[in-house]
Every structure is written in C-alpha cells, then in structure tokens.
C-alpha cells in the first residue's frame, strides 16, 4: 500500500516539474524570438518655429499739458 502511495507522489513531482520545464521553455522560445530591433535613426521633419507668446503692453493715457509718452510696459504671462 505504501509503495503505491509512493509511485503516485513521484509521478505527480514528475508531472509537476515536466510541465514547468516545458512552460519556461516556451516562454524562453518567444523571448528570443522576439529580440528588439536597434533603433534606425528616424528622418525628421524641418519643424517650423514656435509661435511666440503674446506680449501685452499697458500704454498711460495722455495727460494734459504732456506731449510724450513713457515707454510702454511689458508684460509676460507665464505658463503653469
């Protein structure tokens, strides 16, 4: 009765690693089947120039009795 309890232990060890052994075999075949390619330097494109951003001036009214301006101000937005 022993021996019987025995061989079915082994047999089922035996079947257990065998079919281990043949996933990670399958799984190896795919891996080197599927090796990278290097990497082929791309043609790019001539990109055209980024838009600038839009700048807005404050101008001061006219005062009376003054002909000339000061400079105007800018002022530059800043992107979050």
Known sequence: MFIGILYLFLTFIICF???HVIKLA?????????????????????????KP??????VEKKRSKKTSYSE???IKFKKN
């Open 17 to 19: 690693i065998l079919v």
């Open 26 to 50: 399958y799984i190896g075949l795919l891996s080197t089947r599927k090796k990278p390619q290097p990497a082929q330097p791309k043609e790019e494109k001539p990109q055209p120039p980024p």
């Open 53 to 58: 951003e839009p700048v807005y001036y404050i």
């Open 72 to 74: 105007p101000k800018e």
